[in-house]
């Protein structure tokens, strides 16, 4: 892709959300004029964006042609979902679409490493930038965690490690030589995509113009699907060949490997269950690509111990542990906190899912749910089709709001059992996303049992 034209471009940015302001600063601060577009009457930004930016006009309510009428370029959030009629008839006209990546990795001057793929994205962006950090760079950290990536943007920065979804990707032309990992696809978002394909296809652009592309092994739907130029690292929880990072045994330990290389133990790495193995093992393929030292990584390795609300330990009580698995908004990440923390020799956990489920099939648990969940306490919007899934493999109760599902399992739980919040679904039924349902269960997990609460549950 050339050069993007900022200078002779009349622009509109779409959306006023963290992504459109970013947008917005980053424009305001070359001194180049926009218009603002939002499809929501009242969108929740709309006073910061007439305070910081008063001389620019506005658009609120359904897009339509009449905005693009003069337009070139149009700068999308990624939550704007691209079939709208509008921007069809836009596209059509031959106004330029570009999300914020386009226009970011026009502006880096520093490498890029670039990481998608349905779970672990957020922990293996976290701990690659940590690692970096050891490794005694200035590393800027972002994207779809924390902050937008334009207001990363810095001379002082040496990397950038960026999160990226699904939604960010749609617009991508080319990663410009970037470092990229796509970690893994399970089904979500299926209320934005038509089907898995499409999904898939989306997450499938971070390749287009990669200089490196890590991908998982064990996970066919992140493999390349047209040759290109780009050098290929694999990772996984198997031996690997040369040139690639996996597990075998090593002194009767199971370890991290590099081809043929031990790097360290399973127990010496700091994040817990076995899903987080395969994330310390991408970071570890991803670092490798962008040149930082391995003794750093491995020194990482050992103190990192994850995200809060990603598999968090919360407590244990009366031999009873409590994990805080907030993050888990889709059946591939319920999936792999079951399996992480599920035990072979009996059905260790009591799972508490539920809330907005994005049109996912919950089919998907059932295998996983019938060898390691000895209950599931269920509740939110789409509770019912979680039951349906899971009631034949497993016992289930019903509840009316995540504290009491908290506090009937904490009455249910026996010494060396986990109670796992892992909702595979979306938070916004109850919660104003997954940090605040994170709270609420570690508030209820910390708080006396009340006699009486298994009243109000059906099984």
Do not use: W
Not at 174 to 187: D, F, I, K, M
Not at 212 to 241: C, H, K, M, W
Not at 403 to 418: C, L, N, Q, T, W
């Amino acid at each position: 892709m050339t050069e993007i034209d900022l200078t002779n471009s009349k622009i509109a940015i779409l959306g006023m959300g963290a992504t459109g302001l970013s947008v917005a600063r980053f424009l305001s601060s070359l001194g180049t004029p926009f218009v603002f577009a939002d499809s929501r009457e009242q969108p929740p930004n709309l006073n910061e964006v007439r305070d910081s930016f008063p001389q620019v006009s506005t658009q609120l309510g359904e897009f339509n042609e009449a905005l693009f009428a003069d337009i070139d370029l149009a700068i999308i959030s990624p939550g704007i979902a691209l079939d709208q009629s509008a921007l069809i008839k836009a596209r059509q006209k031959g106004v330029t679409f570009i999300g914020d990546l386009d226009l970011f990795l026009d502006q880096a001057e520093a490498p890029v490493v670039a990481i998608t793929g349905s779970n672990g994205k957020s922990t293996v962006t976290t701990l690659l930038g940590e690692m970096a950090k050891n490794s005694g760079l200035q590393v800027g950290v972002g994207g779809n965690l924390g902050l937008p990536m334009l207001d990363l943007l810095s001379v002082k920065h040496q990397l950038y490690v960026l999160e990226l979804s699904s939604f960010q990707l749609e617009l991508l032309t080319s990663s410009r030589g970037a470092t990229v990992g796509l970690l893994n696809v399970t089904p979500d978002h299926m209320d934005r995509y038509k089907d898995l394909d499409q999904y898939v296809a989306a997450k499938h652009h971070i390749f287009r113009g990669a200089k490196y592309v890590i991908s998982n092994r064990q996970d066919s739907l992140t493999a390349q699907r047209e040759q290109t130029e780009s050098q290929t690292l694999t990772f996984g929880l198997d031996r690997p060949s040369k040139g690639n990072f996996g597990l075998a045994v090593h002194n009767h330990q199971e370890s991290l490997f590099y081809g043929s290389q031990v790097l360290l133990s399973v127990e010496e790495v700091a994040m817990k269950g076995r899903h987080n193995i395969g994330n310390a093992l991408a970071a570890l393929a991803l670092g490798h690509a962008a040149g930082l030292p391995i003794v750093s990584m491995l020194e990482t390795l050992r103190t990192f111990k994850g995200l809060p609300h990603r598999c968090e330990a919360i407590a244990t009580i009366d031999n009873v542990s409590y994990i805080n698995d907030s993050k888990g908004t889709n059946i591939g990440a319920t999936l792999a906190a079951i399996e992480g923390f599920g035990s072979d020799s009996y059905k260790n956990l009591l799972l508490i899912a539920g809330g907005q489920g994005k049109g996912q099939d919950f089919d998907g648990l059932k295998e996983a749910a019938d060898s390691f969940v000895k209950c599931g306490f269920l509740y939110g919007e789409d509770a019912q089709q979680l039951e349906d899934a899971l009631h034949s493999v497993t016992k289930v109760y019903r509840a009316d709001s995540l504290v009491e599902a908290v506090a009937v399992a904490k009455s249910a739980a026996r010494p060396g059992d986990i109670v796992l919040l892992s909702p595979a679904c979306a938070s916004f039924d109850s919660f104003t996303g997954f940090e605040e349902r994170g709270h609420c269960f570690s508030q209820a997990v910390l708080s006396p049992v009340k006699t009486g609460s298994r009243e109000g549950m059906t099984s």
